[in-house]
C-alpha cells in the first residue's frame, strides 16, 4: 500500500493565504464547541455559522464540504443537546473519509458515552449500522482517545468497574481490529507466538462496535492501554508500561513484526526489538510509524520509499524499528503523514522530513534529513495526515499546509490548491484544545469544552 495522492503536490497551483481571521464566538458555559472542516461536514453547520465566502474557481467544492472552520451544531449531530443532558465532550477522531467525536456524561451507575459519526460507512466504520450520516451510538463508559484509519476506528473506553479496554469498529479484512478473523477465532485464539492469526486471503469483513477481547491475555498487571494511532489497514497500541503492540496490514513493514516479515496479524504483535526500550508516544496515519522512547529516543518503521525515515535514504520497507539520528533537540512530539515526518521540540520548532508537506515553500517538496519550518514558531502541537499537516502554537493559533482538494480539507477557505507554508487559519484560538484535535485526509475535527 502506498500513500494516496503525495506526488500531485508538485502540479497544481498555490493560492494566496486566507485573508479573514478569527472571529469570537458567545457560547453559555457548560456546553462544548466542535469546529470542523473538509468533507461531509457542511451538513451539521451551525444555523448562526455564517458560510464562509468560497473561492472555487474551476474546482467547486464537493457536497457538504466546509472549506474554513466551521461551528458544527451538536444538536443536529447527536439529535438532542448535549449540554441539557450534562454530556461534555471527551474524545474526537478522524480517518480518510470518516470522523467521530464522543460526549460522555455521569451516571449512577459510571459514565454513559455517546458517539456520532460523520462520513463514510461501509464497513461500520462509524460504530454502527447505517446508510447515512450521522451515525449515534451510545456505550456504557467513558471513550477517552479516538483514532482512525481508512474504513476502521478504535477507542480507549474506560468502564464503569475501572477498567481499560480497547474497542474497535469497521474493516477488519487485514485484520487491522485485532479481533480474529471471525467470531469462533476470536473466542479460541491466544496472543501466543504459535496462535497469531496471519491473514493471507483479505474478504471484506465489516464489523459493529466491539471490545478487542484478546488485550486480556497480552496485558500484564496494572498495564493499560493509553494511546491508539490507526494507519491506513493498520492499528498501534500503547500501553501505560511503554510496551508497543500492532495488527492489520502489514505489506510495508508498518507493523514491525519482525525481520523479513511483511505479513499481517489479526491479533495484536508485539513490536520487534522495543521490549526493553519503554515507549512513551506513538504516531502513524498510512503506512509507516513513529516511535518516541522515554529517554528521547525516536524511532521509525514501515514505508519509507520518499525518505520519510528522516535517515538520509529511502528504503522501501523499514520491517524492525530503525533509531532515527535525529539531533534537533530534546523531541515533545512527533506525527507521520503519508510521504512525510514531522518532529517538534521542546523549544517549539517543526522540523520536517520526506515528500510533499513540507511546509518549506514550493521549490522544496524533498528531503531526506530533516529541516526546520521557520514560517512557524512557538508550536506546542502537531498533526499530519495523507497529504497535509496541522500546527497550533502557544497563542493558540492554528496553521494548516498540505496538497488541498475538493473537500477543502486545508481549511483555508479555498475550494482547491496547494498551501506550501504553513498558514493561518480563521479559528479563534480560545476555541482550541490541542488534546481534542484529529486531523483525518478530507476531515478535520476540534472540540473545547467550556468551563462551567
Known amino acids: 500500500m502506498r500513500p494516496l495522492s503525495c506526488k500531485r503536490l508538485l502540479h497544481c497551483r498555490t493560492f494566496q493565504p486566507f485573508g479573514r481571521l ?65 454530556f461534555d465532550v471527551t474524545a474526537v477522531g478522524a480517518g480518510v473519509r470518516h470522523a467521530i467525536v464522543s460526549f460522555c456524561s455521569p451516571n449512577k ?20 449500522r447505517g446508510s447515512t450520516s450521522p451515525v449515534v451510538t451510545r456505550i456504557a463508559g467513558k471513550v477517552n482517545q479516538i483514532a482512525c484509519g481508512r474504513e476502521h476506528s478504535a477507542f480507549i473506553v474506560k468502564g464503569s468497574d475501572g477498567t481499560t479496554k480497547v474497542m474497535v469498529c469497521g474493516n477488519n479484512s487485514y485484520g ?103 515507549i512513551t508516544d506513538i504516531a502513524s ?25 528522516m535517515t538520509g535514504e529511502k528504503i522501501d520497507q523499514v520491517l524492525v524499528p530503525i533509531e532515527v ?14 510521504c512525510h515526518a514531522l518532529v517538534l521540540t521542546v523549544d517549539g520548532r517543526v522540523n520536517t522530513c520526506g515528500y510533499g508537506a513540507l511546509g518549506l515553500g514550493s521549490s522544496t517538496v524533498s528531503l531526506l534529513k530533516t529541516s526546520v519550518i521557520q514560517a512557524i514558531k512557538d508550536i506546542v502541537f502537531i498533526a499530519a495526515s495523507t497529504d497535509r499537516c496541522l500546527a497550533v502554537d502557544s497563542r493558540g493559533y492554528v496553521y494548516s499546509w498540505g496538497l488541498g ?15 506550501h507554508v504553513p498558514q493561518r487559519l480563521d479559528i479563534d484560538p480560545a476555541l482550541v484544545e490541542p488534546s481534542l484535535i484529529a486531523l483525518g485526509n478530507d476531515i478535520a475535527l476540534m472540540a473545547k469544552p467550556i468551563n462551567k
Open 405 to 419: 482538494n475538493r473537500a477543502g480539507r486545508l481549511g483555508t477557505g479555498l475550494a482547491f490548491g496547494n498551501v
Open 285 to 309: 496515519s498510512t503506512d509507516f510509524t513513529l516511535a518516541l522512547s522515554t529517554d528521547n529516543r525516536l524511532f521509525y518503521w514501515g514505508n519509507a520509499e520518499y525518505g520519510q525515515c
Open 22 to 86: 478569527h472571529r469570537a464566538v458567545q457560547v453559555r458555559a457548560g456546553s462544548s464547541i466542535v469546529t470542523a472542516w473538509g468533507a461531509y461536514v457542511g451538513q451539521f453547520a451551525s444555523p448562526s455559522q455564517k458560510p464562509a465566502e468560497i473561492d472555487s474557481g474551476a474546482y467547486p467544492l464537493e457536497k457538504y464540504a466546509c472549506a474554513a472552520p466551521t461551528r458544527l451544531s451538536l444538536e443536529k449531530m447527536f439529535g438532542f443537546n448535549l449540554a441539557d443532558a450534562g
Open 176 to 278: 487491522q481490529l485485532g479481533i480474529g478473523s471471525n467470531e469462533q477465532q476470536q473466542q479460541q485464539q491466544s496472543l501466543s507466538g504459535a496462535n497469531r492469526k496471519r491473514v493471507d486471503k483479505p474478504q471484506l469483513q465489516a464489523h459493529v462496535l466491539q471490545e478487542i477481547s484478546a488485550m486480556e491475555n497480552i496485558l500484564i498487571a496494572g498495564e493499560i492501554p493509553v494511546k491508539l494511532q490507526c494507519g491506513m489497514d493498520h492499528t498501534v497500541i500503547l500501553t501505560s508500561m511503554g510496551r508497543v503492540f500492532t495488527m492489520g496490514w502489514g505489506s510495508d513493514g508498518q507493523l514491525g513484526a519482525g525481520p523479513k516479515s511483511t505479513a499481517s496479524f489479526d491479533r495484536p504483535v508485539q513490536v520487534f526489538g522495543l521490549g526493553n526500550i519503554p
Open 325 to 338: 539520528p535525529f539531533d534537533g533537540g530534546r523531541i515533545a512530539g512527533i506525527a507521520a503523514g503519508g
Open 109 to 128: 451507575d459510571g459514565y454513559t458515552s455517546v458517539l456520532a459519526g460523520i462520513g463514510l460507512n461501509r464497513c461500520h466504520q462509524l460504530g454502527a
